[in-house]
């Protein structure tokens, strides 16, 4: 499914002293099956803007498209909860979300009251829990025995067995060690390409944007900064500073390699072994002793 | 979040009702309540409005903003006039309706009792509109003070106030996180039988309690931390004042009163 917003505008309590603009004009347009990454400042409006994504809330102005589900401030889609069905959240600290007695059930919560069938909810989860790098042995246990990194996969397992098409994500590493934070990108990565799920991640984190995200959109304070490919718009350093964001560090590795050696090598999403190779070439041809 | 009702919500201002000390405000709106009650003539009814509404006023709150917030206070102020007009049997007969006879003493009755019930909520409304609960509670134990002397826990109970009042938000905050997550995962808590939205609230009241326990102990640990012994020998952070304008205020109050005393019949 498609996602477009066309000049979105959400105010919270307005028409009270506390009224406060959290989206201003936004439009965007992110075709199915993309990864996107929605970059932004603390206070740019990228947690109002994922919860359009699944009409938690509407928007005050402006139009939300969600493949043939449509959202404006007057109506709301009468399937609400099919498009829920087909829109996947997984919001920040996920783990805050579980309660059942069991991990088993708590996983099941989420198919269940969408209506999936009991035996197909027991594949779903055998699919399921290898997928988020859990042990079938948790099964029974009570989540609330479980760590935080686990904790954490088994509210991402709950979202997964619905199996929606488009899968939102708010900072889902926020909080877990370096490991956990890659194994965890990685499995949505390969849930992205294998499953062809359209991926909406919202992140602080430069470096996953730029690893996984085919487009990157940049907000600042609810409207949109920047539009385009993390290649172009993570090279533009100074207008990135001006919203309080960094550049990867790969890309200011590249601007003080050509201050220093005066070699410009340009970026293009290679690896970091790719990277290495060309810095190595590079300075060989310029003739710089090893 | 209920956005309607404003009961208890504090809305920023520099007005001279913001900057007063927030024990003037708790004494005065508490003898304007018993005063309200002596109330029995146009004219004493008038200067108690008069009074509420230039305080209104004078808040620079947006009117429209605080009649809206009073919406589901409206209902109860008209329910209670209509009850009067039916059931208060004195003064001479109005009208009829279908067989009810409509006195004029009920009307007068239920006007009298409605106004006096605005008056209220009104001006209780106001203290709430513009004092911070951190000022009320500070004034609170400031007022509970001689309690202490029959060993009574006045800070511990000012402390339990102020902590309870931090964390309302809060958890008002986690209580919309957490209902919006579960509606992410299909959970309807708005339509379907009675039955089955009671049993929507288990994955809503679940995690919010094992949050509320963490959170609790969190902070207990962190007090702890930070060598926090109750109340004895502790100097304050903010200090109450009274300043020249809360004796203005005594006095036009005082006045208020005695106008109200004058004008009342007996």
Not at chain 1, 54 to 64: H, M, Q, S
Not at chain 1, 103 to 109: A, G, L, N, Q, Y
Not at chain 2, 179 to 184: E, G, I, L, M
Not at chain 2, 217 to 242: D, F, H, P, T, V
Request: net charge neutral.
């Amino acid at each position: 499914m498609d996602i477009t917003f066309n000049n979105v505008n959400y105010i919270y309590q307005e028409n009270s002293p506390f009224a406060h603009k959290a989206l201003e004009n936004l439009s965007f347009h992110i075709p199915s099956g993309s990864f996107v990454a929605i970059v932004g400042h603390t206070g740019s409006g990228k947690s109002t803007l994922i919860q359009h994504l699944n009409g938690l809330i509407r928007p005050t102005k402006g139009e939300v498209r969600i493949g043939d589900y449509r959202l404006t401030h007057a109506d709301k889609p009468k399937n609400l909860k099919e498009l829920r069905s087909r829109v996947g959240v997984v919001f920040q600290y996920p783990e805050h979300q579980l309660f059942d007695e069991t991990v088993e059930k708590d996983i099941s919560f989420g198919p269940k009251n969408f209506g999936v069938m009991d035996r197909e909810i027991r594949k779903r989860i055998q699919e399921v829990i290898p997928a988020v790098g859990l042990s079938e042995e948790l099964l029974e246990r009570s989540p609330f025995e479980l760590s935080g990194g686990q904790m954490r996969r088994v509210a991402i397992a709950g979202v997964l067995a619905v199996k929606p098409e488009i899968l939102v994500l708010d900072e889902p590493t926020a909080g877990l060690d370096p490991r956990g934070q890659k194994e965890i990108m990685e499995m949505f990565y390969s849930l992205h390409q294998e499953e062809q799920l359209t991926t909406v991640l919202v992140t602080h984190s430069m470096e996953d944007a730029v690893k996984y995200a085919d487009q990157v959109i940049i907000l600042n304070k609810g409207s949109k900064y920047m539009e385009g490919k993390p290649e172009d718009v993570f090279t533009q350093q100074e207008a990135l500073n001006k919203v309080q964001l960094d550049v990867p560090e790969m890309i200011e590795f590249l601007y003080a390699f050509e201050q220093r050696f005066g070699k410009a090598i340009p970026f293009k999403r290679q690896s970091i072994e790719q990277l290495a190779d060309q810095v190595y070439q590079s300075l060989k041809e310029a003739g710089v002793d090893e | 979040m209920n956005n309607s009702l404003i009961i208890g919500q504090y809305v920023p201002g520099n007005s001279i009702i913001h900057r007063l000390d927030p024990r003037t405000k708790i004494t005065i709106i508490f003898s304007f309540v018993i005063f309200v009650f002596f109330a029995n003539s146009v004219p004493s009814y008038g200067i108690l409005t008069l009074f509420a509404i230039i305080t209104t006023l004078v808040t620079r709150i947006p009117l429209r903003y605080i009649l809206k917030g009073l919406t589901p206070v409206w209902f109860l102020i008209v329910f209670t006039f209509i009850l009067h007009i039916f059931v208060t049997k004195e003064g001479s007969v109005l009208f009829e309706v279908l067989t009810l006879e409509i006195y004029s003493g009920g009307v007068i009755q239920g006007l009298a009792i409605s106004l006096r019930f605005f008056l209220l909520i009104l001006i209780t409304s106001l203290l709430t509109l513009t004092t911070t609960p951190i000022e009320i509670t500070d004034a609170i134990e400031d007022m509970l003070y001689p309690l202490n002397k029959v060993k009574f826990p006045v800070h511990e109970l000012a402390l339990m106030m102020s902590i309870s009042l931090r964390f309302i938000p809060t958890l008002m905050q986690e209580t919309e996180k957490i209902s919006k997550a579960q509606a992410s995962r299909g959970v309807d808590f708005r339509t379907g039988p009675f039955k089955e939205r009671i049993k929507a609230v288990v994955p809503l009241l679940v995690p919010l309690f094992v949050s509320a326990f963490k959170r609790a102990e969190e902070l207990a640990m962190a007090m702890e931390a930070r060598g926090y012994q109750g109340g004895e020998g502790r100097s304050k952070l903010r200090q109450l004042k009274i300043e020249t304008r809360d004796v203005f205020v005594y006095i036009l109050f005082t006045c208020v009163i005695i106008g109200l005393f004058l004008t009342r019949t007996y």
